[in-house]
C-alpha cells in the first residue's frame, strides 16, 4: 500500500476484530480495515469496534478492490456461484451474460485453505 510503502512488514489478520486486537496489544503499529464498501455500504463490523476499541482513526485511504469468478471449467459451464453476500450484488450482471447459470449461493464465510 502506497501509504507504508515498502519498508513497512505486513501481519496479515483473519478478520476485521484480529486487525483490532493485533493495535491494541501493540503486536501492530497500524491496522487496516474497511470502513466503507461501494457495494453495501458502512462496514458494520468496523464501525462496531471503533465504539468499543481504543484504537483510533489515523488515516483514510481510497482502495480499489476487484472481484473475480475462479474456476477450472469453461464459463458456458458455470452453473453455480457460491459468494460473500456483499460480492453478490454484481452477479446478476453476469447472470444475464450467461442463461445457463442457474443458481447463485450466498454464504457468509470466506474459503481458506
Known sequence: MKRFGDSVQYASQGTIADVFEAVERGRCQYGVVPFENSIAG?????????????????AETYLPVHHYLLSNATIESVRRVYSHPVVCNPIPVFRIESRRMRSLFKVSFSIKN
Not at 465504539?51 to 482513526?57: A, G, L, Q, R
Open 42 to 58: 458502512s462496514v458494520v463490523p468496523t464501525l462496531d469496534k471503533f465504539v468499543k476499541s481504543k484504537v483510533k482513526i489515523r
